[in-house]
């Protein structure tokens, strides 16, 4: 066994075994595409003895669109915040992306900053819960552009492009074993394809399993979260940063497709 492999993250799982899974994943979403609902079924056996982690993916899945797109409570709707957005901005949309852009940048420093204060003796209750809240602020600020510029978030194969805009760089390798290609490199040309809905299902449960699979494994947010207040300023900067990231890779995977509102 590697010492790479040896590693066991906070919640029991490697970072091997979550990209295994992912992996495993996406190169079965080109037979659910073949075989639709036959193969969903076939599909849904085959990762059942995942157990737990399949779960925990599943968990992540729903949370990032029922609560990340549709919202829920007191966590507005991505519907919400680009309608709000889009009239504080005075009908510009471009200047809409930009504001909700550095909002949830200030959210993601605030809550990154609360959750890193306790340190390490509190790093495994808190960072899970940051890092649900990052990827949460991450999928609204996503959908939110997406609809900004035009898409309609409601769709399927468009809330699986939000997905993979999260991704980021796992993004490509996730798509090659899918057989997936995207024109031009856009994820939103792959999400017009309209893959069948059982196939984007087993590709969303691809993007989730790698994004558990980040979840404790940063080492400067393992470094920083070690010491108390100190953890709070780098988890607060690091989240800061990587929603700046996922803002940037918004605006490009989302070009503008039609009149905002139609």
Do not use: C
Request: charged letters at 25%; zero cysteines.
């Amino acid at each position: 066994m590697s010492q790479e492999r040896s590693h066991v993250g906070i919640f029991g799982w490697g970072k091997d075994e979550t990209r295994e899974a992912s992996d495993r994943a996406a190169e079965q979403v080109r037979e659910v595409a073949k075989g639709a609902d036959a193969q969903s079924a076939l599909e849904r056996a085959r990762l059942a003895d995942e157990g737990g982690l399949t779960g925990a993916a599943t968990r992540l899945l729903e949370r990032l669109l029922d609560v990340g797109i549709d919202g829920r409570g007191p966590f507005d709707s991505a519907h919400d915040v680009a309608d709000q957005a889009l009239k504080e901005a005075g009908g510009d949309p471009e200047e809409a992306i930009r504001q909700i852009q550095r909002s949830h940048r200030r959210v993601g420093a605030v809550g990154g900053f609360v959750t890193g204060l306790g340190g390490f003796f509190t790093m495994p209750v808190a960072l899970p819960a940051n890092v649900v809240e990052f990827y949460l602020l991450g999928t609204r600020m996503t959908a939110a552009t997406a609809r900004l510029r035009g898409y309609d978030i409601d769709q399927p194969e468009i809330r699986s492009a939000v997905l993979l805009t999260l991704a980021g760089a796992d993004s490509d390798d996730l798509l090659k074993k899918a057989g997936v290609f995207a024109a031009g490199g856009k994820l939103t040309s792959v999400a017009l394809q309209r893959l069948p809905a059982p196939a984007l299902m087993v590709l969303n449960k691809a993007i989730a399993f790698r994004l558990l699979g980040r979840i404790g494994s940063g080492i400067l947010a393992k470094l920083g979260r070690a010491v108390p207040v100190v953890g709070g300023l780098v988890g607060g900067g690091v989240d800061v940063f990587m929603l700046g990231r996922i803002g940037k890779q918004a605006v490009e995977e989302f070009p503008p497709v039609a009149t905002y509102g139609r």
